[in-house]
């Protein structure tokens, strides 16, 4: 196997008056003690042999792990982050001691935003994409999805799936349209030219692939479709629904133009210890607007408890996640690599029973109700049957290591999380021998 060695053979010069602490020296274990042979390892062959091939695209990530763990350490640092900030609160949380707003503004400014709202309170990304969507949108308006169809979950907000009259986007007289992916897969930039119309109010952009088969967009990407609809009209806003995007990159969509982002912290922000909750960022009065969608207007964002540990469980957890996220990066690299090599185009299947196997064999493979198999089902919000396997320590948190896909047509299993890449490659082990 590879090793990489760290060295540090720049002397470290003491001031006169400092305290120095002698430590034991410590002899460096020589190659054959430190590594494994192939056949000692827990890892598969096909495994160690993409880890192998992938040491500089690992080592990118660490790079971007490196940026971004700064941004984040940065923001801390400006707040002035103490253990005070961690202290719970109840009932209206009006006696909070500081941490709501230490949160709010440091998260805005990881984010590249002039404001965030993160809270409890919002029950899952969904339900924060909805109320940045209700804080734009008024009767008459028209939604334009630029990225052809949103996620599964999305539908019965917007009212293109029926809502039975529970309050849909559709339901207050909002239109809605989709701009469709070009034939690669990719946003269709000659269509997107002319496609807002005068009462366009909200581009909606979803930054993650989702169950669609396209990739999902980088962050320069969706800079260049919001110069593009700003271009048409520069009152159109603009929606970005960044869940699973959140550190993937060096910068943020705010930072290229977008009115909001929204996403759960449940996924990569919460850095898989964030137990529930979601956030908002970007322009401060369209954030204040989508804070009295969760509330009620004259609330906004100066209101509601965080009891118990929760509040040091975000702060922690926002300081871990570019880390965790590069992990899962890491792991998404480990998946791509081996799959490729028994002739997978993706992780595209083809078939129910291989859906359902690959899920199973993940299920059994995770650290939490690994004895229980997956079943496939309805689930509110999708359209489809879809089957979940996750065995993680906070139900729903992708983050940790989960995959999931809806029962139909090309039968494709969406993996997420991870928090360190070396979980991947136990799974892929037992993933291999049941596909």
């Not at 007289?173 to 997107?192: H, I, K, N, T």
């Not at 962050?219 to 159109?236: D, F, T």
């Not at 995007?245 to 910068?251: K, L, R, T, W």
């Not at 940790?400 to 993996?415: H, I, K, N, Q, T």
Request: aromatic residues 8%; charged residues 20%.
């Amino acid at each position: 196997m590879k090793m990489w060695t760290l060295s540090c053979a720049t002397p470290v010069a003491y001031p006169a008056n400092s305290v120095r602490v002698s430590m034991p020296s410590v002899k460096a274990p020589s190659s054959s003690q430190i590594s494994f042979q192939h056949n000692e390892s827990p890892l598969v062959p096909e495994v160690v042999k993409a880890v192998d091939s992938l040491c500089s695209e690992f080592r990118a990530v660490d790079n971007l792990v490196a940026c971004n763990t700064s941004r984040v350490l940065k923001a801390f640092q400006n707040v002035r982050l103490g253990s005070h900030h961690f202290s719970g609160s109840t009932g209206y949380g009006h006696d909070e001691a500081g941490g709501r707003e230490a949160l709010d503004q440091a998260f805005a400014e990881i984010v590249g935003a002039e404001s965030a709202i993160v809270r409890s309170q919002f029950f899952s990304g969904t339900h924060a994409i909805t109320c940045a969507l209700f804080a734009f949108l008024r009767p008459g308006d028209e939604l334009l999805a630029v990225a052809g169809a949103p996620y599964d979950t999305l539908e019965e907000v917007i009212g293109k799936r029926d809502s039975n009259g529970l309050g849909s986007l559709k339901d207050f007289g909002v239109e809605y349209r989709e701009v469709p992916l070009a034939e690669d897969g990719g946003l269709d930039w000659d269509c997107l030219m002319h496609a807002l119309k005068p009462h366009t109010k909200c581009a909606l952009i979803q930054r993650s692939c989702g169950y669609s088969w396209r990739q999902s967009l980088s962050v320069n990407e969706i800079g260049r479709a919001i110069r593009i609809i700003k271009m048409q009209n520069p009152n159109c806003l603009v929606m970005v629904d960044n869940c699973y995007g959140e550190f993937v990159e060096s910068i943020e969509p705010p930072s290229v133009g977008a009115d909001l982002i929204a996403g759960s912290l449940i996924k990569n922000p919460g850095g898989t210890i964030a137990p529930c909750g979601g956030y908002i960022a970007g322009k401060k009065k369209w954030v204040e607007a989508a804070a009295a969608r969760l509330s009620a207007p004259g609330l906004g964002i100066d209101c509601g408890s965080t009891p118990g540990d929760v509040m040091r469980a975000y702060f922690q957890g926002l300081f871990l996640s570019p880390q965790m996220v590069g992990e899962a990066i890491k792991g998404t690299f480990l998946i791509a690599e081996v799959m490729a090599s028994k002739g997978y185009q993706a992780v595209q299947l083809g078939s129910r029973e291989l859906l359902l196997a690959f899920c199973e064999a993940v299920q059994r493979s995770s650290p939490v109700a690994s004895y229980t198999k997956p079943v496939a089902g309805s689930t509110p919000g999708y359209a489809s049957e879809v089957i979940f396997a996750d065995g993680t320590f906070i139900d729903g948190s992708t983050s940790e290591l989960s995959c999931d896909g809806p029962l139909r047509e090309p039968f494709a299993v969406y993996c997420q999380g991870g928090t360190h890449w070396t979980q991947w490659g136990l799974v892929l082990g037992e993933v291999l021998k049941h596909i």
